[in-house]
């Protein structure tokens, strides 16, 4: 009987979860965390421009929904360029372009002294369009990269993790739109300029991160591959003892070979791939899930600060609460990387779904203060831990031909969802108050939970690669 020699894939699967793999995901990362930042600074300076400008709905909603349309056409960019050229190059490059705009934004000049409303108005959401591209794009490449170097038995917990960087920079938005957006009165300025951070940051990815194995062995590149292999296993082989969480020895099962749902589809690639057996039926329940998910986040984070304002919460305040349930994200994350690898991806993301959708029901019926933080915080917890859970099974379900194309397409039809949630969310406000505002919001939830069961599960599974 002859012993096939595993290939770069599978000895890049079987590795230990080690000082690489770690390096990897803390600075993958620290990227994340800095696009929650800036896309979490915009819904507190929202509320300061409100006031300052003396804008309306309509121009407040132009504003958010500037960013949300770049990110649609950074996510349908990005990740068919990163199937191209690379996750690592267009990671980099997405820093920077949203890094600089976010800088830039820090200089549109306010209406006044022959200026117009409308002017500034227009000026800030075309460099909130340019900072949306690169947002939209880095999002899905990075979870890319980062799926493609975990090993198998804890990839999902591993992304989920990724995810919770998140809310690290959300809450870090908090922190900087607290105590700066309402103590100055250019202190929406300094907040984006803050923003900025971001163009530096590329520089360490550029440098300081691989490039994916499987796309390098998809363009042929195999010795650039080689080396990269031969580093975590060299690292692998140095780690003498994996944290419990990180251990591929207790967690689900690695298969060795590609199973009967994992079949190729036939050779076809680019988009097209994407609605061809047999990726078809998965990727409309993955679109109507981001759908869901993106529809029911953006309408509910985005505007919740200013949402409190007008239920009669003091900016101050309402900044306050919405930093305690933005904490409450981090808990959410945690409970769902541990889940994602015991109850399967399915089964964690769909009962956050219906634990986002009921607690929406709850935050719109909220009646004291004590219960719009209960309801919030548990908002704020479902519904992040099902983000973490969806960016896991997201790159995993496509080959490696694809894989960027499918979770990037996927992505930019949610992005749709968040183009027209904060334009919605003012005029269901003014017409119904929150109940009606959270109830929508709440169906959106459980929109994306049936979706959410209809996607195949990819415990423990090799990634495929054409």
Not at 30 to 56: E, N, P, R
Not at 130 to 142: H, K, N, Q, R, S
Not at 244 to 267: H, I, K, N, S
Not at 430 to 457: K, R
């Given at each position: ?13 079987r590795a230990k979860f080690s000082r690489r793999h770690q390096k990897l995901l803390v600075g993958s990362g620290v990227g994340w965390a800095l696009d929650a930042m800036d896309v979490g600074l ?280 919405t930093l305690i349930i933005t904490l409450a994200q981090i808990p959410g994350y945690a409970v769902s990387a541990f889940l994602i690898e015991k109850w399967g991806r399915r089964a964690t993301l ?117």
């Amino acid at each position: 009987m002859t012993v096939t020699a595993p290939t770069r894939l599978q000895r890049l699967d079987r590795a230990k979860f080690s000082r690489r793999h770690q390096k990897l995901l803390v600075g993958s990362g620290v990227g994340w965390a800095l696009d929650a930042m800036d896309v979490g600074l915009v819904s507190f300076i929202l509320t300061a421009l409100i006031g300052q400008w003396q804008l309306d709905s309509t121009q407040g909603s132009i504003i958010a929904s500037a960013g949300f349309l770049g990110m649609a056409l950074g996510a349908s960019v990005g990740g068919a360029l990163a199937d191209r050229i690379g996750r690592r190059t267009v990671f980099a490059l997405t820093l920077v372009v949203y890094g600089i705009a976010t800088g830039l934004s820090a200089l549109t000049p306010a209406p006044g002294g022959g200026l117009s409303v409308w002017t500034a108005v227009i000026v800030l959401s075309g460099l909130r369009l340019v900072v949306g591209i690169g947002l939209g794009a880095e999002l899905p490449v990075a979870s890319t990269l980062v799926s493609e170097f975990s090993p198998a038995p804890i990839r999902g917990r591993i992304i989920v993790l990724l995810e919770a960087f998140w809310a690290l920079g959300w809450v870090l938005a908090a922190v900087i739109a607290f105590f700066l957006v309402p103590a100055l009165d250019s202190g929406w300025r300094w907040a984006f300029a803050l923003g900025a951070i971001p163009a530096l940051y590329a520089i360490v990815i550029r440098r300081g991160l691989p490039e994916s194995v499987r796309f390098l062995e998809s363009k042929g590149r195999h010795e650039e591959a080689e080396r990269i292999v031969v580093a975590f296993e060299e690292s692998s082989a140095a780690t003498t003892k994996e944290p419990r969480l990180f251990r591929t020895d207790v967690v689900g099962e690695t298969a060795e070979t590609v199973e009967p749902d994992q079949a190729p589809g036939g050779g076809t690639t680019g988009f097209r791939a994407l609605w061809a057996a047999p990726h078809a039926a998965r990727t409309a329940a993955l679109w109507l899930t981001w759908f869901g998910v993106n529809f029911a986040y953006y309408g509910a984070f985005i505007w919740m600060p200013t949402l409190l304002v007008n239920a009669g919460f003091p900016m101050v305040r309402s900044f306050g609460f919405t930093l305690i349930i933005t904490l409450a994200q981090i808990p959410g994350y945690a409970v769902s990387a541990f889940l994602i690898e015991k109850w399967g991806r399915r089964a964690t993301l769909a009962t956050f779904l219906l634990g986002s959708a009921l607690s929406a029901i709850g935050f719109g019926l909220a009646g004291s203060e004590t219960m719009v933080l209960v309801t919030g915080c548990l908002l704020s917890f479902f519904n992040l831990g099902a983000w973490g859970a969806l960016y896991a099974v997201t790159p995993e379900i496509y080959p490696t031909t694809i894989r960027g194309t499918g979770a990037g397409a996927a992505a930019a039809f949610g992005r749709l969802a968040s183009i027209i949630a904060p334009l919605v969310v003012p005029v269901l406000a003014v017409h119904g108050g929150l109940p009606t505002v959270f109830i929508v919001i709440s169906a959106a939830f459980a929109v994306a939970c049936v979706a959410a069961i209809c996607l195949p599960e990819w415990r423990g599974r090799r990634l495929t690669e054409s």
